[in-house]
């Protein structure tokens, strides 16, 4: 029997995964694949991680050069992350006519459209099943099994990290730093946890799904990010007094006739009875919904040595079954030169906004007028009971209203004697079909 003869580069948690795990799965790939997917060399610099994933040093090289220049291999698997080196190991790799896999979310995010470009100049592919959700075969289902649908939107429980961090702050009302220094002795926050918690990588993985669903590339550094640093407990509080749980969510809605895509990360509210609101610690989750199928949901683990080599495999399957079918991102699709990225500034959206105001009369009713020389439209107002003295809490649920006038609002509300501090906003979504997506 033929093989697809492979080169894999890292040994890392899910480079150790993917040796081990084509090893294990073998008797079931074989047959389902009709190839044997056999792990050529790997090259791997740090020889004890080599040693304990039990890789023979026979298989070993130091550098990637040479998996990347050997006519022998078939496929590169690239899984050491980072940009700079990553895009060079990917590049070579592709220029000696081999196809590529990657996990690389950072490097796809940044570069993917020129990468995507290389490759099919080159006549190769380049797979990416495992940069977004883990083991979920989310971009599998975007590129094929809904390729009969228009997304009309996505809404993405991305990172496990920060959906563990609010699911803890939510449940038992730890602080965000309690909560963090439990994820990190459990192993679910990195030592610096900045990338996580800070929202880019929840952006990385929202770039790659614009490019998979709409078959457009936005720029990194426009997409809005917001993470869940600065999110406070007594927010958590009130939201769950109200209905809400916060989850931090990649949003992409398409806006066909203004030829726009919205791509945004923030910390959103959701009614507790959306399936999303009750994905827990460390989980992925995300929403898809399409013009013919209508609603669907996307669930698993996100993360781990596992579950992503899982989507590794998969890719190095679909290569070896030699589908006709591209599942990879074309550079460009028939309407990516007419798509734009909407500004911020004109979303609309709903909003729960927190004043801090001194505790008199008068005080609600210069808020409201501000609100309505903006044509803001308020739904409630809640002011918590068991706040006395000179300040209270004061909450202000929105109707939907576009972003640029609410902020304004906002700006000139602070400015008030009688307002405190500056206003907590947290934007709130309403998602389609929720009818059909209660618990």
Known sequence: MSA????????????????????TQENLLTPRCGKILRIEKVAEKNRARARQADVPEAQLVDDWRELARDPSLDVVVELIGGTDVAADLIRESLSHGKDVVTANKALLAEQGRELTAFAAERGKR????????????????????????EILSLHGIING??????SA????????????????????????????????????????????AYGFWPALCEVHTE?????????????????????????????????????????TLLRKGHLLSSVRGVFNAVAVRGDVVGETLFY??????????????????????GKAVSR????????????????????????????????????????????????????????????????????VLLHQSQEADV?????????????????????????????????
């Not at 993470?227 to 109200?242: K, R, S, T, Y």
């Not at 700006?411 to 009818?435: C, F, Q, S």
Request: glycine residues 8%; contains cysteine; aromatic residues 6%.
């Open 4 to 23: 697809l003869r492979i080169g894999l580069v890292g040994l890392g948690t899910v480079g150790a995964s993917v040796w081990k795990n084509l090893r």
């Open 126 to 149: 380049l797979l990416f099943e495992a940069s977004v959700a883990g083991g979920i075969p989310l971009l599998l289902a975007l590129r094929e099994g809904l390729i009969a649908n």
């Open 161 to 166: 990290t920060c959906n563990y961090l609010l």
């Open 169 to 212: 702050m939510t449940s038992r009302a730890l602080s965000f730093q309690e909560a963090l220094r439990e994820a990190k002795e459990l192993g679910y926050a990195e030592a610096d946890e900045t990338l996580d918690v800070a929202g880019h990588d929840t952006a990385h993985k929202a770039v790659i799904l614009s490019a998979l």
């Open 227 to 267: 993470g869940i640093q600065n999110v406070d407990p007594l927010d958590l509080h009130f939201a769950q007094e109200l209905g809400y749980r916060l989850k931090l969510l990649a949003i992409l809605r398409s806006h066909p006739k203004r030829g726009e895509i919205e791509v945004r990360v923030h910390p």
């Open 300 to 321: 698993g683990r996100g993360a781990g040595g596992d579950p992503t080599s899982s989507a590794v495999l998969a890719d190095l399957a679909f290569l070896a079954r």
């Open 328 to 395: 990879e991102l074309p550079p460009s699709s028939g309407r990516q030169t007419a798509l734009t990225l909407r500004p911020m500034a004109k979303i609309l959206s709903r909003y729960y906004v927190r004043f801090l105001v001194e505790d008199r009369p008068g005080v609600l009713a210069e808020i409201a007028r501000i609100f309505s020389a903006r044509n803001i439209s308020i739904s409630s107002v809640i002011q918590p009971e068991g706040h006395r003295g000179q300040t209270v809490p004061l909450i």
């Open 407 to 439: 902020q304004e609002a906002c700006r000139i509300i602070e400015t008030l004697p009688t307002v405190k501090r500056p206003a907590i906003l947290l934007r709130v979504e309403d998602l389609e079909g929720e009818e059909g997506w209660s618990s």
